[in-house]
Structure formats: structure tokens, C-alpha cells
Nanobody
Framework: QVQLVESGGGLVQAGGSLRLSCAAS????????MGWFRQAPGKEREFVAA????????YYTDSVKGRFTVSRDNAKNTVYLQMNSLKPEDTAVYYC?????????????????WGQGTQVTVSS
């Protein structure tokens, strides 16, 4: 069982930065692949970024490549999403999620555990 709690969301102007954190409970965090997803009003939840359990594999959706960076600190049971050059279209509720597997995936249905989400609002 893994419990996830996101933090770090807020209101920021376009071009600004935010760093989201996702703190995980449990002693097996280091064995989980971690993903970040987002959901804007009226839209489906979409993949943003993922990092493998080893930390050596990172994956991004095209719209955030070069702007967002996913990382993890297994000693702190925490995964991060550094978001730079934010755009109004990045506005959404951001969720972190965890799943076991050989590699991290982009499919929400593969993820077993989800946080409650944190709101990110980017003003123009």
C-alpha cells in the first residue's frame, strides 16, 4: 500500500515556475515507478511525466519537454515535478501516481495508487 500526497501547487504568471512535490508513505517507494498526470476542467486526465523506479528513465509528453523535469529522492520518499516557463494551458489539477513494473508507463490505468491532486493555475 502506498499513500501519496502532492503539494506545491498555486497561482503563477505565465513564464513563471513551480515545483510540485509528491510525498509517499511506505517502505517500498523505491520499487515504484512514479508518474505525474493532470486534468483540466472538462478534459480527460492526461499524462505529463514519469520516472522509473531506478530514476534512470524519465518520460515526458511532448507539450512539456524542455520545460518540465521529473526527479525523485528515494531517501525522502518523494518525487518532484519542476515546471518552468509555465503557460496558461498548463492550468490543471496535477496528480502523482505510482505503479510497479519494469518501466514507467504513460497509461493512467497502469497506475495503482493516486494522490488527491494539487491545483496549478497559470495566468496570462
Amino acid at each position: 500500500q502506498v499513500q501519496l500526497v502532492e503539494s506545491g501547487g498555486g497561482l503563477v504568471q505565465a513564464g513563471g515556475s513551480l515545483r510540485l512535490s509528491c510525498a509517499a508513505s511506505g517502505r517500498t517507494f523505491s520499487t515504484y515507478n512514479m508518474g505525474w498526470f493532470r486534468q483540466a476542467p472538462g478534459k480527460e486526465r492526461e499524462f505529463v511525466a514519469a520516472i522509473s523506479w531506478t530514476g534512470r528513465g524519465t518520460y515526458y509528453t511532448d507539450s512539456v519537454k524542455g520545460r518540465f523535469t521529473v526527479s525523485r529522492d528515494n531517501a525522502k520518499n518523494t518525487v518532484y515535478l519542476q515546471m518552468n516557463s509555465l503557460k496558461p494551458e498548463d492550468t490543471a489539477v496535477y496528480y502523482c501516481a505510482a505503479h510497479l513494473g519494469v518501466v514507467a508507463t504513460q497509461e493512467p490505468n497502469d497506475y495503482n495508487y493516486w494522490g488527491q491532486g494539487t491545483q496549478v493555475t497559470v495566468s496570462s
